[in-house]
Structures are given as C-alpha cells and as structure tokens.
C-alpha cells in the first residue's frame, strides 16, 4: 500500500545540507506529505509536512515539487544526531475522506542517511 | 500530556502464550495505530482504530487482536505467540482535525522476544 518511492540510503558530510529525496507520483489532490525519522529502534519523529507549498520549521525545510509527484527534505546543516532512517509518507486530509480504507497509514521502506565527520 | 504511553516495553514470551501489548494516550486522539518493526525493515501496519468501537486490520493482522473501548486505549493481543512475532511494536495516534494534515505521536515501543 505504500505510495512512496525513496533511495534505500545516503551519505552527507556533517555541517552540509542533506537533500533526501521522495517520489510520490500517484499521490492525489487532497494528500499531504509527512516526513519522519527513527533514530536506532527509537518510535519515529515528526520532522515535516505540507500539502502544496514549500514548508519550514527548526528542523528542516520540505520542498513540492509543482506537480506534487515529488519532494525534497533538507536538513540544512546535518549533525551526526541526524543519522537516522527517514519516512516519506502520504495522507489524506481528514475532510476529504471518503472511505474507510483511507485511514490507514503506510509506511514504506524509508532513506537510511548517515551522517559522515 | 504524556504522549503515547506504551507497555512493557520488554517482554519475553514462550511459544503459544498469550498476552497483551498495552497503549493509551491522553492527547484525546481518536485515531490510532498498531505497528511492528522487525530487524532492519520499515513499519508494517497491523490494526488502526478511528474511534471507540471501531477497528481494522492493517497490513499485517494474522495472529493478532486488538479493541477500542474507550477514546483513550488501544490494547493489541497476541493469542498464541509464535517466534514469527517476535518484533518490536510500535502504538501511534493522531486527532482527526478536519481542516489540515496531523501529526502523528508514537509511542517509544515495545520489543517482544517470543523463544
């Protein structure tokens, strides 16, 4: 069920800007995207998310695409506390659902980043 | 508020026990989500719930049970435990706002060795 494609894993040079990539090519009109982070076994973390426009917040910066078939996460100076596996995922917004099978929350396989000193 | 309160957060089971896998949360979410992790793999999703009284399966359900009596707890029991459960679990939850997307909480997980 996952409706996200993301490289299995990238490298970064700490104090450099990781660019995390996520295709999204199906997604439709009423569907944000989320990203996350889990950190070793840890539950994952709320990192970002957005609907149409570029989003920013302490921690990173999501960048749509304009056909919204894609976006890019930047962590914008990357720490080695960084390293993590990040989630891309897609959800329908709450007023646009329509069936029950629009509840569910898909995780796909995720972008394992190290971060490199 | 204490987030999304998973336990035990160990525990280890023998073959063809049973046991349950306790989550709650005080954010007053209604929706809520079970997931297990195993070894170097992503979440797959087992049960959510979007309410009290109302659950589905998820990707994953077999060998599982969950229910949903009250807004803020959303137990998942394993019947008859097989090594194929062992894995760690993960609880989450959101609040269903209509107007924008919501983030969702997870618990900090519970590992399950099932020998």
């Known amino acids: 069920d996952a409706k996200t494609t993301q490289p299995t894993s990238m490298d970064c040079a700490e104090g450099r800007a990781a660019n995390l990539p996520c295709n999204h090519s199906?997604?439709?009109?009423?569907?944000?995207v989320y990203w996350y982070r889990q950190i070793h076994s840890q539950g994952p973390q709320y990192i970002i998310h957005?609907?149409?426009n570029n989003e920013t917040n302490e921690m990173a910066s999501l960048i749509i695409t304009e056909d919204r078939k894609s976006s890019t996460l930047i962590l914008p100076h990357a720490t080695l506390r960084d390293t993590a596996v990040y989630y891309c995922?897609?959800?329908?917004?709450?007023?646009?659902?329509?069936?029950?099978?629009?509840?569910?929350?898909?995780f796909g396989t995720g972008t394992r980043l190290t971060i490199i000193p | 508020n204490a987030g999304v309160t998973q336990t035990p957060k160990f525990r280890i089971l023998k073959i063809g026990q049973s046991m349950t896998l306790q989550c709650t949360q005080d954010m007053n979410h209604n929706y809520m989500y079970w997931y297990r992790q195993d070894p170097g793999m992503g979440l797959k999703l087992i049960y959510y719930s979007v309410g009290a009284g109302i659950t589905d399966k998820g990707e994953v359900p077999n060998g599982y049970n969950v229910s949903r009596s009250t807004t803020e707890d959303f137990p998942l029991r394993l019947e008859l435990a097989a090594p194929s459960q062992t894995s760690v679990y993960f609880c989450?939850?959101?609040?269903?706002?209509?107007?924008?997307?919501?983030?969702?909480?997870f618990g900090e997980g519970s590992w399950l060795t099932v020998v």
């Open positions: 199906t997604i439709s009109g009423n569907e944000y």
């Open positions: 957005g609907l149409k």
């Open positions: 995922i897609v959800r329908v917004a709450t007023s646009e659902r329509s069936n029950f099978g629009n509840e569910k929350l898909t």
């Open positions: 989450a939850s959101t609040l269903d706002r209509r107007d924008s997307g919501n983030t969702i909480y």
